[in-house]
């Protein structure tokens, strides 16, 4: 078992252990005096893990009620958390008893932006069972939901009690979905940890994933612990995700994944940043080496043009300008913020 220590204002474990999963509840009955839970899940991962999970609960002294949600991005509305809402209320769900995220980012976003909102508040854990999700969005206390106009443009900050993250799942998680995760994985490689960025071109991420999983929570963790509500380091946590967000907008959420995304946008904003003479020169190609390694996309089928409009309602706009992570080199980066005005031109370069 790994166990990394997240120091938030409320603090908690991330454990990283085989087979952990079947064992959710020994791990969550000491942290709560939960009468009831509430396994958030979604159509593709409900069918394989909520029952291991539910039985886990149920042996730890658990009344357990289960709410399932139709897979995919477009199900992360408002709609389908207010469904959510009715869940609890029919079970009785208290202030005291607790939620249990079991799923990819999605289940994780919608379920923490439920237990942050419902009642002003009840306890959740993060059971990841994507590499997306173990890697990032299950760490660090951010949830929200799409809307219309733009992605997670609703949430709230809320930590979770606990994440449990079992490795094993990712034996069923289609390959397509591996994929989307090392896209989180090459961010954290680029803005914090050449090491990591070596280690994923010298070797195949399938055979170190415990290691690699270990790696980027520890880097997230390290960033939150400093800034926990997103006022200043933790931005550099979106390399990739400005242009990234636009990419998923365009594409009406059902073309890239959010992985794929991030990678078409990390790969554009360094070649610009490079073509700008602010980036260390050879870096573009080497990132693209590397997320073509891995199946990644390195471009998207929109022109600057339109990934510029469309990237002007992103949340990371403040006032008028957007801020972007650039590259110095493989693993360091910095925040720069560019006028909304300027935007095209910085694009066209």
Known sequence: MRTVEVKTGIPYSIVIERGSLTNAGELIRPLTRAVRAVIVSDTNVAPIYSGSVRASLEEN???VSEFVFEAGEKSKRLSTVEKMYGCFFENNITRSDIIVALGGG??????GFAAATYLRGIDFVQIPTSLLAQVDSSVGGKTAVDMPFGKNLVGAFRQPRTVII???????LPEKFFRDGLGEVVKYGCIKSRPLFEMLESSNAHDIIDE?????VSIKRDVVERDELDTGERAILNFGHTFGHAIEKLGGYSGYTHGEA???????ITRLSENHGITEVGTSCRL?????????????????????DAARGDKKSSGRS?????LKSIGECFIKKIP?????AFAFV
Do not use: H, Q, W
Request: hydrophobic residues 45%.
């Open 262 to 268: 991030v990678a078409a946008g990390a790969a554009l």
């Open 166 to 172: 079992d490795p094993d799942t990712l034996n069923t």
């Open 322 to 326: 957007i801020s972007f992570i650039i």
């Open 288 to 308: 693209e080496a590397l997320l073509r390694k891995y199946g990644l996309p390195v471009d998207s089928p929109y022109s600057a043009e339109e990934i510029c």
């Open 106 to 111: 999605v289940t994780g976003d919608m379920a």
């Open 340 to 344: 909304l005005d300027e935007m095209k």
């Open 61 to 63: 002294g658990f009344e």
């Open 212 to 216: 690699i999983i270990c790696r980027c």
